[in-house]
């Protein structure tokens, strides 16, 4: 029986939700009302003026009191906020007017396509932590001993360090070459978004020091805390190394088990991918006017050419000089993670169906993927360090009009990778890197509320690039444990 293959599916599902979305989204995100009935006792019209692009929200209280607000991503005002929770936070009742009774067609399906997607991420994360567990136990004892581990982690970061740097200074070259802040006046119409507490780099890096030792691992598991996780197992790995063998043998079997078991569930989970990227995507097409991508155009142009270079030259280079891999072919291999990753833009999120592609299609050993992914996902942003950079020279340009020097480019390029690796288990890790770039430069961190208006496109991007990563590092420790476990040929006798 004929079988579309997963990625097929995912890119049909992935075409599909953008075409809905964007119908919506040009056809159904423009409502006007009126209301004088159904509305709270302290209210006595109510007038909401619903696009893609921004709302208007207008209501009479009944001691003559007029009140307006505006929802709106970039445009700033006296009465103006960037989303609808913030305007719960700033007057819940204009917030449950325009909930009740205001949305656009495309905002309301736009809702439930969320909330459906949703449903396939929670899934997703359901088996990330016993996979990440299970797998990792069983990749560190598939090594036998202690130095094989010592040796996989070296190799994995000084990988994931090498890309980091490459990324970075690609993003570097790639916004002094199109330079999109200069000649731009979007600073003087945005609203600056509120403060984002300020950590130093040192602190920051301390924390990640911290969750590498929980204090309680089972809180860990439930929070979750990848960075906790991720070492505490390789801690349990490394002791039962060192236990009896006996011992290794029993904790190796069960470990194995649990990892067929959870390995099954998540191929089954990993069939609803199509359905999943399909409502996700179709979300974000419906919801995101296209108005803060013409204000913001070059900007996002040089991130997306930044990413694209990396992702496109840079990586598969790697792919073909140190892991003698095809590119394409493993580009393939890989689809349905990478369209995942771009849906949901969650890295951690995307990790079993990343670990199923890498052993399942790539042909990638247990022992290497179990290791690299895990860890990846968590310290490994290639992706997200070469968007700071590009922001943070983006801001710069409009805050001063110019260039920063060479000298606060190298602090720029320094702080961005020391950040990306202290980012693990932050929520919103993108912002406090931003803030810490923003103050090693000696920028007003409250500008970067000038670009969260596209940055749920640039994520979804910048996170695919990550599993991209991820997954070529994969193949080059791969072809290296191959090449140690290859014995010497001996040299021929002489005559």
Same mark, same amino acid.
């Given at each position: 029986?004929?079988?579309?293959?997963?990625?097929?599916?995912?890119?049909i599902?992935? *075409?599909?939700?953008?075409?809905?979305?964007?119908?919506?989204? *040009?056809?159904?995100s423009?409502?006007?009302?009126?209301?004088s009935?159904g509305l709270?006792?302290?209210?006595?019209?109510a007038?909401i003026?619903?696009?893609?692009?921004?709302?208007?929200?207008?209501?009479?209280?009944?001691?003559?009191?007029?009140?307006?607000?505006?929802?709106?991503?970039?445009?700033?005002?006296?009465?103006?906020?960037?989303?609808v929770?913030?305007?719960e936070?700033?007057?819940?009742l204009?917030?449950?007017?325009?909930?009740?009774?205001?949305?656009?067609?495309?905002?309301?399906?736009?809702?439930?396509?969320?909330?459906i997607?949703?449903?396939?991420l929670?899934?997703?994360?359901?088996?990330?932590?016993?996979?990440?567990?299970?797998?990792?136990?069983?990749?560190?004892?598939?090594?036998?001993?202690?130095?094989?581990?010592?040796?996989?982690?070296?190799?994995?970061?000084?990988?994931?360090?090498?890309?980091?740097?490459?990324?970075?200074?690609?993003?570097?070259?790639?916004?002094?070459?199109?330079?999109?802040?200069?000649?731009?006046?979007?600073?003087?119409?945005?609203?600056?978004?509120?403060?984002?507490?300020?950590?130093?780099?040192?602190?920051?890096?301390?924390?990640?020091?911290?969750?590498?030792?929980?204090s309680?691992?089972?809180?860990?598991?439930?929070?979750?805390?990848?960075?906790? *996780?991720?070492?505490?197992?390789?801690?349990?790995?490394?002791?039962?190394l060192?236990?009896?063998?006996?011992?290794?043998?029993?904790?190796l079997?069960?470990?194995?088990?649990?990892f067929?078991?959870?390995?099954?569930?998540?191929?089954?989970?990993?069939?609803?991918?199509?359905i999943?990227?399909?409502?996700?995507?179709?979300?974000?097409?419906?919801?995101?006017?296209?108005?803060?991508?013409?204000?913001l155009?070059?900007?996002?142009?040089?991130?997306?050419?930044a990413l694209?270079?990396?992702?496109?030259?840079?990586?598969?280079? *790697?792919?073909?000089?140190?892991?003698?891999?095809?590119?394409?072919?493993?580009?393939?291999?890989?689809?349905p993670?990478?369209?995942?990753?771009?849906?949901?833009?969650?890295s951690?999120?995307?990790?079993?169906?990343?670990?199923?592609?890498?052993?399942?299609?790539?042909?990638?050993?247990?022992?290497?993927?179990?290791?690299?992914?895990?860890?990846g996902?968590?310290?490994?942003?290639?992706g997200?360090?070469l968007?700071?950079?590009?922001?943070?020279?983006?801001?710069?340009q409009?805050?001063?009009?110019?260039?920063?020097?060479?000298?606060?480019?190298?602090?720029?390029?320094?702080?961005?990778?020391?950040?990306?690796?202290?980012?693990?288990?932050?929520?919103?890790?993108?912002?406090?890197?931003?803030?810490?770039i923003?103050?090693?430069?000696?920028?007003?961190?409250e500008?970067?509320?000038?670009?969260?208006?596209?940055?749920?496109?640039?994520?979804?991007?910048?996170?695919?690039?990550?599993?991209?990563?991820?997954?070529?590092g994969?193949?080059?420790?791969?072809?290296?444990?191959?090449?140690?476990?290859?014995?010497?040929?001996?040299?021929?006798?002489?005559?």
């Open positions: 029986m004929f079988r579309i293959a997963l990625h097929w599916q995912i890119l599902g992935m *075409i599909a939700g953008t075409l809905l979305g964007a119908w919506l989204n *040009i056809f159904a423009d409502r006007t009302v009126n209301l009935e709270p006792a302290s209210v006595v019209t007038q003026v619903d696009s893609s692009e921004r709302t208007e929200i207008r209501y009479l209280t009944k001691d003559d009191r007029s009140v307006s607000w505006i929802i709106d991503p970039i445009v700033s005002g006296d009465r103006s906020v960037r989303s929770a913030a305007l936070s700033e007057d819940s204009a917030a449950s007017l325009y909930l009740d009774h205001g949305q656009s067609t495309a905002k309301r399906f736009g809702n439930w396509f969320k909330r997607g949703g449903l396939f929670r899934m997703l994360q359901m088996v990330a932590v016993p996979l990440i567990v299970t797998s990792l136990l069983c990749g560190i004892l598939g090594l036998g001993a202690a130095e094989g581990v010592g040796r996989m982690f070296r190799r994995t970061i000084l990988y994931y360090m090498a890309t980091s740097v490459l990324a970075i200074l690609t993003g570097l070259f790639v916004v002094n070459l199109i330079r999109p802040g200069l000649g731009q006046d979007i600073a003087k119409n945005a609203k600056l978004a509120a403060p984002v507490k300020a950590e130093s780099l040192g602190d920051v890096l301390f924390h990640q020091v911290e969750a590498l030792i929980p309680n691992p089972i809180g860990a598991l439930v929070e979750p805390n990848f960075l906790s *996780i991720i070492a505490f197992t390789i801690a349990i790995g490394l002791f039962t060192r236990a009896s063998e006996s011992t290794r043998t029993r904790i079997d069960a470990t194995s088990a649990g067929e078991v959870i390995m099954a569930l998540t191929t089954a989970i990993i069939r609803l991918a199509p999943g990227v399909f409502f996700l995507i179709a979300y974000v097409t419906a919801t995101q006017g296209v108005g803060v991508y013409r204000a155009g070059l900007y996002v142009i040089a991130v997306m050419v694209a270079i990396h992702a496109l030259i840079t990586l598969p280079l *790697i792919l073909w000089f140190f892991a003698k891999r095809n590119p394409l072919d493993y580009f393939k291999a890989m689809a993670a990478l369209l995942t990753a771009f849906s949901s833009a969650s951690n999120g995307t990790l079993p169906l990343t670990m199923s592609a890498v052993e399942e299609r790539a042909g990638i050993s247990n022992k290497t993927g179990s290791f690299v992914l895990p860890l996902a968590t310290v490994n942003m290639d997200t360090a968007y700071e950079v590009v922001a943070v020279l983006f801001i710069a409009l805050h001063f009009g110019q260039n920063l020097p060479f000298t606060q480019q190298v602090i720029v390029v320094i702080t961005a990778l020391l950040a990306s690796v202290g980012s693990a288990g932050i929520p919103h890790a993108g912002l406090v890197m931003m803030v810490i923003l103050q090693a430069v000696g920028l007003p961190i500008m970067q509320g000038i670009i969260l208006a596209v940055d749920r496109v640039l994520d979804m991007a910048r996170t695919s690039v990550n599993v991209w990563s991820d997954s070529c994969c193949a080059v420790i791969e072809r290296f444990d191959l090449a140690d476990a290859t014995p010497p040929t001996p040299a021929a006798p002489v005559a």
